[in-house]
């Protein structure tokens, strides 16, 4: 085992005009945020690295956009209770396109991309959202929904033909101007800065009307079906709790308010840890559905990322670094993998769900994955390839080969 020794308030300027950069404020680290607008008035914002090399002003976005698509709507399966949001817009999003198109990458003459300026980090409304922009309510630039969901409770009731629209934001998040890389490529500074960005955007979009649940997360592969090389990643702020979450929220009902304490403590007196520090322990769970899982959970109880320290963001940034450094050593290849942040709801379980990370992979051995075929993925009923023990003390092993 390796051993490693309150947010800003969110402040949108709604008469901000297109291309015009707000006023900037700095966060903690020495992050520097830079608020403006695309063309068609989405929301973009810009986070500097501490000591950044870029000046202040930042280019104009000069294109001329389609108007934004209609807000998806959402249609319940009353057979699981589950909503499911059709955004057929969503077809017409970039496949895989060369790196001389990267729709990520700072605009130039030739590639009309998303964001007009070089930059560190940067944050922008998805043109092909799955939840938004409607909101339940009017909110700055963002319209009404005609059909808002009315509350949890109104979502929890069962019915044939139930819709409601999709409100709520989906944002792409940038962690770098390169064409190729994921997190585990970027350097402790740049790490630091994304993980500043995550907590400032779980404020902001946890404050928006309707929103109940906030989602950072990073695709990284084809295998897992990643459309895009560029290194990135996306956060969602769902209408609802997700399925997920509330099975979570029952677990906890169903035992003790400080069950992730005790999963804590019972995967530290294990052999399945991986690496910890002083806030935070990085595990394989006793229960691996995955070839490759790992969870990463903080010491302390904190619902979400505007909760922790500065202290535990500065050690998150090397440490998670390492962790998946280590992941791609296994192979000594790139790992796909889904690297899902899951934070407490907005409105439920925030003194019992704890903010933590589910890493989870395919890949089973060095050309081999795991796909879910008739008993995972129809009936929800899973077998472990690898067992956690083994699958623990090999990641062991390569995380501390890992060098920063």
């Given at each position: 085992?390796?051993?490693?020794?309150?947010?800003?308030?969110?402040?949108?300027?709604?008469?901000?005009?297109?291309?015009?950069?707000?006023?900037?404020?700095?966060?903690?680290?020495?992050?520097?945020?830079?608020?403006?607008?695309?063309?068609?008035?989405?929301?973009?914002?810009?986070?500097?690295?501490?000591?950044?090399?870029?000046?202040?002003?930042?280019?104009?976005?000069?294109?001329?956009?389609?108007?934004?698509?209609?807000?998806?709507?959402?249609?319940?399966?009353?057979l699981t209770g589950d909503w499911i949001s059709v955004a057929a817009a969503r077809q017409n999003r970039a496949f895989l396109p060369p790196a001389e198109l990267d729709p990520l990458a700072p605009q130039t003459p030739t590639?009309?991309?998303?964001?007009?300026?070089?930059?560190?980090?940067?944050?922008?409304?998805?043109?092909?959202?799955?939840?938004?922009?409607?909101?339940?309510?009017?909110?700055?630039?963002?319209?009404?929904?005609?059909?808002?969901?009315?509350?949890?409770?109104?979502?929890?009731?069962?019915?044939?033909?139930?819709?409601?629209?999709?409100?709520?934001?989906?944002?792409?998040?940038?962690?770098?101007?390169?064409?190729?890389?994921?997190?585990?490529?970027?350097?402790?500074?740049?790490?630091?800065?994304?993980?500043?960005?995550?907590?400032?955007?779980?404020?902001?979009?946890?404050?928006?009307?309707?929103?109940?649940?906030?989602?950072?997360?990073?695709?990284?592969?084809?295998?897992?079906?990643?459309?895009?090389?560029?290194?990135?990643?996306?956060?969602?702020?769902?209408?609802?709790?997700?399925?997920?979450?509330?099975?979570?929220?029952?677990?906890?009902?169903?035992?003790?308010?400080?069950?992730?304490?005790?999963?804590?403590?019972?995967?530290?007196?294990?052999?399945?840890?991986?690496?910890?520090?002083?806030?935070?322990?990085?595990?394989?769970?006793?229960?691996?559905?995955?070839?490759?899982?790992?969870?990463?959970?903080?010491?302390?109880?904190?619902?979400?990322?505007?909760?922790?320290?500065?202290?535990?963001?500065?050690?998150?940034?090397?440490?998670?670094?390492?962790?998946?450094?280590?992941?791609?050593?296994?192979?000594?290849?790139?790992?796909?993998?889904?690297?899902?942040?899951?934070?407490?709801?907005?409105?439920?379980?925030?003194?019992?769900?704890?903010?933590?990370?589910?890493?989870?992979?395919?890949?089973?051995?060095?050309?081999?994955?795991?796909?879910?075929?008739?008993?995972?993925?129809?009936?929800?009923?899973?077998?472990?390839?690898?067992?956690?023990?083994?699958?623990?003390?090999?990641?062991?092993?390569?995380?501390?080969?890992?060098?920063?």
């Amino acid at each position: 085992m390796l051993t490693i020794t309150r947010s800003p308030t969110y402040h949108v300027d709604v008469n901000m005009q297109i291309g015009e950069t707000s006023s900037a404020q700095t966060l903690g680290a020495g992050v520097v945020k830079r608020p403006t607008r695309l063309a068609d008035g989405r929301e973009l914002i810009y986070f500097d690295d501490p000591g950044t090399t870029l000046g202040a002003e930042r280019s104009v976005d000069a294109r001329t956009l389609d108007p934004r698509p209609d807000t998806a709507t959402m249609r319940l399966d009353v057979l699981t209770g589950d909503w499911i949001s059709v955004a057929a817009a969503r077809q017409n999003r970039a496949f895989l396109p060369p790196a001389e198109l990267d729709p990520l990458a700072p605009q130039t003459p030739t590639n009309p991309s998303e964001i007009p300026s070089l930059y560190d980090v940067a944050v922008f409304e998805n043109k092909s959202p799955s939840f938004g922009p409607a909101l339940a309510e009017a909110h700055g630039d963002a319209p009404a929904a005609v059909n808002p969901p009315r509350g949890l409770d109104d979502l929890d009731a069962l019915g044939l033909g139930r819709t409601r629209t999709s409100v709520g934001r989906c944002e792409v998040v940038c962690f770098s101007p390169e064409h190729a890389g994921s997190f585990g490529t970027l350097s402790e500074t740049r790490a630091r800065t994304v993980i500043e960005a995550w907590a400032d955007r779980t404020a902001a979009l946890s404050a928006l009307p309707g929103v109940e649940q906030v989602f950072p997360f990073e695709n990284r592969g084809e295998a897992i079906g990643v459309t895009l090389p560029h290194p990135h990643g996306q956060i969602y702020a769902y209408p609802y709790v997700t399925p997920r979450t509330t099975r979570l929220l029952d677990a906890i009902d169903r035992t003790a308010p400080d069950l992730f304490q005790r999963i804590l403590d019972f995967e530290r007196g294990s052999e399945r840890v991986i690496l910890q520090g002083e806030h935070w322990t990085a595990f394989v769970p006793f229960a691996a559905r995955w070839p490759l899982e790992v969870h990463l959970l903080p010491h302390r109880h904190v619902a979400d990322f505007t909760e922790t320290t500065d202290a535990e963001r500065d050690e998150l940034a090397p440490l998670y670094l390492r962790l998946l450094r280590g992941v791609d050593a296994l192979y000594d290849s790139p790992t796909p993998y889904i690297a899902a942040w899951h934070q407490a709801p907005v409105r439920a379980g925030r003194d019992s769900a704890r903010l933590h990370l589910e890493l989870t992979s395919p890949r089973r051995a060095a050309d081999k994955l795991k796909f879910l075929a008739g008993s995972e993925a129809a009936m929800g009923a899973w077998i472990g390839d690898v067992p956690p023990e083994t699958s623990a003390a090999r990641l062991r092993e390569a995380v501390e080969g890992v060098s920063l």
